[in-house]
């Protein structure tokens, strides 16, 4: 029942951000071809659920004229479309409206745009919040994603006392944000992370896709390689039990894709991405099938 598919169209990226779950960075590789594009958009044609294209990255503004193609033909094919960008290059609100629109007239409906301290550090005038507000001048339904540092609080009990020390911030430990991010933090038992909080593996409505081919149901964990499979096909075939990944990953969280998988674990991780991610980099290059690129693991 997928209703959306969002292109990793590159990898690359002008900022190397500490949190990224992709490793993305000037140097990262991986970018789509305008024929590999409209290849996927044929493809989701054919499923009658799907409704919204993204575009991403990476940083997709870094291939204007892709994205740019891209749009025209997923609106052409009936999609409603979004863009997800740092927006970089709005350094002025004349600059800011010679990249918005085109986007708009190629049929953009929703630009959603990275606005933090990752990005742009203490900065008051970014680039993101000036593309924000001209977008919004142009009539574009538009949002910031604000992701902070790690920050530690105590969640408090029903008693008024200290409870748990809970992670603030919004940051999901897994890709570089397991190196640069979890020093210092608390640690939780990995036998008690035994749930998925953020994927719904059982039922994906959306999926990305990279240039490689790989389906991703969550960043790194592949449904197939639709460079050799449609995508409808492993949509249809596509059961979650079954798979050597998701199927623990449900049955008992990352604790048990440990089990399953040999993984020995240390006493503790920051949360269930930083131990599953951690499982699945292990065990990365005997399980390609169902795990990769190794650009989404830090080893390429």
Same mark, same amino acid.
């Given at each position: 029942?997928?209703?959306?598919?969002?292109?990793?169209?590159?990898?690359?990226?002008?900022?190397?951000?500490? #949190?990224?779950?992709? #490793?993305?960075?000037?140097?990262?590789? *991986?970018? &789509?071809?305008?024929?590999?594009?409209?290849? @996927? +958009?044929?493809?989701?044609?054919?499923?009658?659920?799907? =409704?919204?294209?993204?575009? !991403?990255?990476?940083?997709?503004?870094?291939? &204007?004229?892709?994205?740019?193609?891209?749009?025209?033909?997923? %609106?052409?094919?009936?999609?409603?479309?979004? @863009?997800?960008?740092?927006?970089? *290059?709005?350094? /002025?609100?004349?600059?800011?409206?010679?990249?918005?629109?085109?986007? +708009?007239?190629?049929?953009?409906?929703?630009? /959603?745009?990275?606005?933090?301290?990752?990005?742009?550090?203490?900065? =008051?005038?970014?680039?993101?919040?000036?593309?924000?507000?001209?977008?919004?001048?142009?009539?574009?339904?538009?949002?910031?994603?604000?992701?902070?540092?790690?920050? @530690?609080?105590?969640?408090?009990?029903?008693?008024?006392?200290?409870?748990?020390?809970?992670?603030?911030?919004?940051?999901?430990?897994?890709?570089?944000?397991?190196?640069?991010?979890?020093?210092?933090?608390? $640690? %939780?038992?990995? !036998?008690?992370?035994?749930?998925?909080?953020?994927?719904?593996?059982?039922?994906? /409505?959306?999926?990305?896709?990279?240039?490689?081919?790989? @389906? #991703?149901?969550? =960043?790194?964990?592949?449904?197939?390689?639709?460079?050799?499979?449609?995508? /409808?096909?492993?949509?249809?075939?596509?059961?979650?039990? !079954?798979?050597?990944?998701?199927?623990?990953? +449900?049955?008992? *969280?990352?604790? !048990?894709?440990? $089990?399953?998988?040999?993984?020995?674990?240390?006493?503790?991780?920051?949360?269930?991405?930083?131990?599953?991610?951690?499982? $699945?980099?292990?065990?990365?290059?005997?399980?390609?099938?169902?795990?990769?690129?190794?650009?989404?693991? *830090? +080893?390429?």
């Amino acid at each position: 029942m997928l209703t959306g598919i969002h292109f990793l169209l590159t990898y690359t990226c002008n900022l190397e951000c500490d #949190h990224c779950f992709l #490793h993305c960075s000037p140097w990262a590789r *991986g970018t &789509f071809t305008i024929d590999q594009v409209e290849q @996927v +958009l044929d493809e989701a044609a054919g499923i009658d659920t799907m =409704q919204w294209i993204f575009f !991403e990255g990476g940083e997709p503004w870094l291939y &204007f004229p892709l994205l740019e193609a891209g749009l025209t033909y997923a %609106r052409r094919k009936g999609f409603k479309t979004g @863009v997800v960008t740092n927006a970089y *290059g709005a350094i /002025s609100r004349r600059d800011a409206r010679l990249w918005l629109e085109p986007m +708009l007239k190629a049929g953009l409906n929703y630009l /959603s745009v990275s606005d933090d301290q990752f990005h742009y550090g203490e900065a =008051q005038e970014t680039p993101a919040a000036i593309a924000l507000a001209v977008a919004r001048e142009l009539g574009l339904d538009t949002d910031s994603i604000s992701i902070d540092p790690p920050r @530690v609080f105590d969640e408090p009990t029903t008693s008024g006392d200290k409870g748990q020390p809970v992670i603030g911030g919004g940051a999901r430990f897994r890709g570089r944000a397991v190196d640069k991010l979890t020093a210092g933090l608390p $640690r %939780r038992p990995w !036998e008690t992370l035994c749930e998925c909080p953020d994927e719904d593996l059982a039922a994906p /409505s959306r999926v990305h896709i990279d240039a490689f081919g790989n @389906v #991703h149901i969550c =960043q790194g964990i592949s449904m197939g390689n639709m460079w050799q499979t449609p995508l /409808s096909v492993l949509d249809r075939n596509y059961k979650p039990e !079954e798979h050597l990944i998701c199927g623990p990953l +449900l049955r008992g *969280g990352p604790a !048990e894709l440990a $089990r399953v998988l040999g993984f020995e674990p240390d006493e503790g991780y920051v949360d269930e991405c930083h131990l599953c991610y951690l499982v $699945r980099k292990a065990r990365l290059s005997a399980l390609s099938q169902h795990l990769g690129p190794q650009q989404v693991y *830090g +080893l390429d």
